[in-house]
């Protein structure tokens, strides 16, 4: 095949993402991205030159990331403990004050600095800024001889509300807004919040068509001990269903909860996808290969809102 | 190989096109397009999609079109005849009319229903409508027994002035403007343009960084009996030299001309490419293959204005 | 009596529109024109100035035309047959593009023209630009002695929704939208509109405050044998019943079917003019003689919509 | 003639007006109007209706007012004394707040009053709203025994500079604005301001394309014991060449150093018309009469500024 | 203390006012001013420089002022006989023009002058400028031997509507207007009226959030002979039993009636203060001082409209 | 005295700020607060309610921070090593990362966080978000046995631009930006700025009218080691020859060298201060204490620029 026939084919290419590009034009599509999924130096570049070309085409495109291996890391460095309770790490201001510096000093500014210096226009903000999240303290609930109860796990956050104005400013002015999951209150406390629950209520507050969660696994598992089992379409009953059955790995469930509620708060679709796979984005996006679950509205759930 | 292997093909080849999407968001790029090269069905669904694909991505897109083959043929089936001196048409009143009709009522409004059907957002336009196109009466120069001397052609105009602020409106607005090459002048009379001088002067006046000319060549030979000889690259010192060696067809001349007073008139290439490759557009912006023959501004021209 | 004295009375009288200029300043008129009523050359300039003067008052002017013996004549030197069926011209291919070029390359060009020269801001769009006029196909409605059936009449538009974006987009800037009643829908079909709908249904999508139609009649008899009997002012109750009395010539009858329809849709009053009187709009706008019938809202009519 | 072969008249001459609505539409024109010439009741209401139309078919309107006639009689009613020295009146306190409330507070008042019973939108304002009639104080020149020199005649004021930030704010959002010619400083002092002078240099701040004087004269006369020696047109340069000979009466000075003055200042033509014609302004702008006496810029004098 | 220690001390009591800074940023306020309150020069100049910090730290600040004393003053020079019925100036022809003359002239201009003087941006107004203040005539109630009837006492003006379409445009732009409480109606009448009144009217159409009555008293009392008496927080159920109780002046009434009318029309607070005491506006906005009496709403009284 | 008189007494003191209000009223101040100034938490609150009233009372205000002692706390407790080369910190990719995780994920997210608490509306920016500080690599002029030369001591980064955009997008909004000096470069680099620098560099590309930088001393003196000798006032004409001169600290000459370029750079006043007393922001703007010592431009300087 000669050069040119190559370009003829990339054309081609190229010229079939047109009904895509138009279906997506305008829409605000929120990415989670982080963790182990993060990892991947060639991984990462792809996913950003995805994340930049979506914004190019017009779709209105926000990045919230998170950091778990990096805060791991510093806190061992930093000589820092920190117990789990009910999968929630116990947050003391030692424990804070490294997730800040992780996430809004190293994680977002990184970030922030390879999409501009892969020619994207972004900007990196954490939920302090402008008070965008507004949270309130979470409790673990745990379970022992004294029966069910709460139990103070220090400066967690549960997302009350999501201030906009600085977002869809930054967005206006075509900015891809990078956005930290550190939370606020009145007080000015500082409140670490899971990455997959702020995705959500920033994609729901922004009345956002999808939320994709890039993660490193294939998808979600109907039966998640058999890699044949994966489900490529899901409404929100059958995730309680499969949540009722305990079908659904522990880990998964925060996530899961943040995507339902994501829905019931207005987004059309969420999409966990596999961030393994190079520009999954614009595999999910822009051909007609699903990657990974989509999620959409059930019949039985009314958004309770 | 899978679908999805071809699918990951795809999106590697759409980022691929990153760092041309990015080099030309922004900026106003003018095709021409008409005559031959728009006969045949399939190649001109191919250039309207072009066309949308480039709206959609960022670049302000205004089609300016001909129509040759279908005033032929009105012509003849409303029994109109018309001469030809020194290669322009002798316009009559019946001529005129014949080309407004078929220009504006039949090329233009096809080509807007096109555009619209295949999910753009075009609007059609002559270089009447906001009195957009103003025009001098232009003159034959026929050489004969009583030596070189102007002929009275009929409505054949000269381009004097572009008003764009009617296309600016609609790029803001993000429409395609598609325009027929119809002039105007003060006392309402009607100029039949030749489209690639409308062409080459609507985009020095809108400052466009490009000008496609889309033709049923492979873009201009320096010998053009030997199809070996296709140049890629050319100043426009090159082409005033060609053209004083005789060493374009006579029918290139005008376009070669429309060219470089484009250039001269501040657009900074002008591409002839070969309409009768699909998707040539798409291949001479988002790849690395320059189809047909790209002039830039040579060192000894000044412009003029 | 002396040219001072003249100008004196001139000023008079311009002073004495103000309280009708007022009263029209920044609201919305359609005029349709067409059809016998544009034939007259210096009729239709003073039909032009009447418009551009209703523009510069503040009126937001938008003008539909017709074009019936234009498209007669060229499907006559183009040797195209149509039939009526109904009132409705059977509508193959052939005929459509004739009309649409007759419309569209024509009598909109020449409209713009005018308009243009006489030093108004013109744009002349066709129902096809911006995807304006959406329409689906009409059928006619025939009785045989197969009983009432409906008979394919060809590309025959009934105008389902009309998307002003363009036109008040144009408004704005201070242009006079020129329409063609040329209709589209998703797959790029044309569509023959009649005019007089088609300036109904855009009068009534605009929010019009007035509708007027110039015919070649005085206006709307009560018998319409009797010259004694017009009608200065009628109800659309009364239309109604006159419409079901027979009282009304066949070919009023879609005409007043589209004036019913606009009213319905919130249009205030529907004026049916005569266009042979020299500057009947502004006779109609600026002085206390009402010119021709106007029509409002009857009581025992609400609005579909 | 039947009342609807009148209402044709109209109507023609209504559209005769036509290229001179278009030649003045979105100009600025300020027209002084004030003492003896806004005496009789009929007349006043006449231009007031002149103002409004001018104002609806597209001109930037300002009119200045001046208000000798109820100076004076109030002076008299408050029995305070106020001597002229070089034509100029002698301001002190007493006499500067009289003058402030008959201008402001009853001509002004009065004029907006009635401009909005009309129809109009106008808005009242002095000189010191928003600061914008910035002065100085001036004195009259006196020659006696001592020779030529400067008397202090109280708070008479030279207008230094035109802050035209309201004034434009008011007429884009469609206002007439009606200005009261009394200045201040950056002490707060009030300023008499002679209202030919105030209204010449607002002209030229606003770059008006006309300012007219309305008088009780039929204009400017080359002998002013001589009816017939009526100017109709006159450069800056006879101006100043009449001055010095001594052809204008005394009164007419500071009005015809005004007049120049905002030529100077950019004003294209100043107009001194005849304002006991009803609708002089009507005359002058929209029919073919010339009323009065036109001053254009001559050859031998340059802008000073 | 050195002059140090007292800066410090300076920037100290400045910085107490960031809340209230913050608390009322972006709200509008409108304070009324006039009559005995305003005879003081010093007082006078306290009160507009506290005026032109509320519109610097981003207060919309309206000023509507009275001018009892001057137009006494005035009509006695004037030798202009003007009864009282029921509290209320009879007012014909001469008396109206007086007062405008008044109000307009000098209170109004002198106030512009003198907020532009201490640096700040203000604009004159009446009721009559844009036609804002829009009223009907008021007749006093009068109770004699025929029983309580009403009686005409002239141009006394009861406020129908309030246009704020000019107070927002100047408040937009910066200007602190400053309006004098002349209304109008369709006729064009000039009408006087009340300022409390129309103070109150303005404040409900803006949707102020406070109106400030400046007095010459303290405030209201609870007994009008008992100093001691005096009320610093009332509401509207509590005004409606003191005037059943005959416990407040009669000069209050139309003042009382005016507060309660403006928090039936949705302003937050009414404040009547004492003018008496310098920067008592600033004492009420920016420290814990509440002076004189502060009424909101009670629990009882819906509002009408 | 009685809590109304000390009330009495701050309004007064209120009011005389006026002035000062009025003459930085939408200004640009820049306020460089970093190092051992910012220690004590009672005066950081005590910047901060400065900086916000600055906000409120229309100073459009920036705040750039530094971080020295944190930085330093943390290279301890993570053990990395790091030299200094002529005063400046040898910069390897570990304390890089620890110096932007301190600055941007600390230090930065402390400050919007306090900022917001007290009422403000603050957003947090790094010299990469938006690729704001363009920086080149600084190397340090090291002088030993093979002469002066070039020393390379890693990230260190020289500013050679600055794309204020997003800067005055948040300030056009009313944000108040905090920025990190953390600098960047086309190929993403991160780079450690002197915060001084940089905030010299943002507040001349910002065109600001004051630049403070808030020290731990109390200004400059003309003897550092003779405290009365305290400098009040200072051209950079005696900058350049106190340098010379040795007269001024090690420590200080890259801070003066910010100062000079930031007056060459079109600020006019740099002002550095001592952040030790309480306010001193407002002290200095606000009252006629001049606290520390004042910059201005020389006669002998020219903008190098």
């Given at each position: 095949m000669t050069k040119m026939d190559k370009n003829l084919e990339k054309a081609q290419i190229f010229i079939e993402c047109l009904p895509y590009v138009q279906k997506f034009y305008g829409k605000t599509i929120v990415v989670k991205y982080g963790g182990n999924a993060m990892i991947n130096e060639d991984l990462k570049e792809a996913v950003f030159r995805d994340l930049i070309l979506m914004n190019l085409v017009g779709i209105r495109t926000v990045l919230v990331h998170g950091g778990g291996p990096d805060i791991e890391d510093y806190l061992n460095r930093l000589d820092i403990k920190s117990d789990f309770k009910s999968g929630l790490r116990v947050t003391d201001d030692a424990v804070m004050e490294t997730v800040s510096m992780v996430l809004v000093g190293k994680v977002n500014q990184h970030t922030v600095s390879e999409l501009n210096r892969l020619g994207g226009k972004a900007v990196g903000l954490s939920g302090k800024d402008g008070a965008m999240l507004k949270c309130t303290k979470k409790y673990a609930k745990v379970e022992d001889e004294n029966g069910l109860h709460a139990v103070d796990i220090g400066m967690v956050g549960e997302v009350e509300s999501v201030d906009c104005t600085l977002i869809n400013n930054l967005l206006n002015d075509m900015y891809i807004p990078v956005i930290a999951p550190i939370g606020t209150d009145e007080e000015g406390q500082t409140y670490n919040v899971n990455a997959d629950i702020a995705a959500g209520k920033i994609a729901a507050a922004l009345g956002a068509m999808k939320l994709f969660l890039l993660t490193d696994v294939e998808g979600l598992y109907r039966d998640f001990s058999d890699k044949s089992s994966l489900i490529s379409h899901l409404s929100t009953d059958e995730v309680n269903d499969l949540m009722k059955q305990g079908a659904v790995k522990k880990g998964m469930i925060p996530k899961l909860e943040s995507c339902v509620n994501a829905i019931y708060g207005g987004v059309q679709n969420v999409h966990i996808i596999?961030?393994?796979?190079?520009h999954s984005l614009l595999l999910e996006l822009f051909t007609d290969s699903g990657v990974g679950t989509m999620l959409t509205k059930g019949e039985s759930h009314v958004c309770s809102e």
């Open positions: 596999d961030g393994r796979v190079p």
